[in-house]
């Protein structure tokens, strides 16, 4: 038996983005999204409410980085996600994060976050407010990495409940993709 819970945008994992962009006058901004992922090969797509600042900024500056929120930093990635750049002025710094210049695009790296993808803005669209960006380089701490690859059980992402409003992080191995399919041919 199913129960019908109506049109609702639960979806599992929803990944906890953070997304970094400057202000016009250069102060780094970072806010949380759980709407977005992998848009097509070497691209991100990110539903980002253009009432943000963060989205003000990408618009202006063409460019935003892409951070994978971390079980070590849920309480900074929260606290950035529930204030408003328009209210706080150095959300960031009061958030106890390092905000670095990319050395690849006109955007901020959080020094505490260990994975960022550094993305040159392709488009953002104010109907649907998708926002598209392309990738231009991957960012990864030593700490996260084996065998010069990242490793999720060294990452520690943290996934969106949208029901329970909770972080949950992702843990183990379960299976082989592109594997343990075989089984059945």
Known sequence: MKTNLGKKTILYPMPVLMV????QKGKPDLMAAAWGGIFNDGMVCLCLDRGHKTVTNLKE?????????????????????IVSAYEVQDKVAKAGLTAVKSANVDAPVIEE?????????????????????NIVNVL????I???GKVDP??????TYDPVHHTYIKLGQVVGKAFSDGKKLK
């Open 113 to 133: 976050l260990p994975l960022t993808l550094e993305c040159e803005l392709v488009s953002y669209d104010d109907n649907t407010e998708q926002a598209v960006g």
């Open 140 to 143: 990864a701490d030593d700490s």
């Open 61 to 81: 500056r063409k460019a935003f980085t892409v951070a994978v929120a971390d079980e070590k930093n849920v309480v900074a990635c929260d606290y950035v996600g």
């Open 145 to 147: 990495l084996t065998d």
């Open 153 to 158: 059980a060294k990452l520690g992402a943290i």
């Open 20 to 23: 970094g962009t400057y202000d």
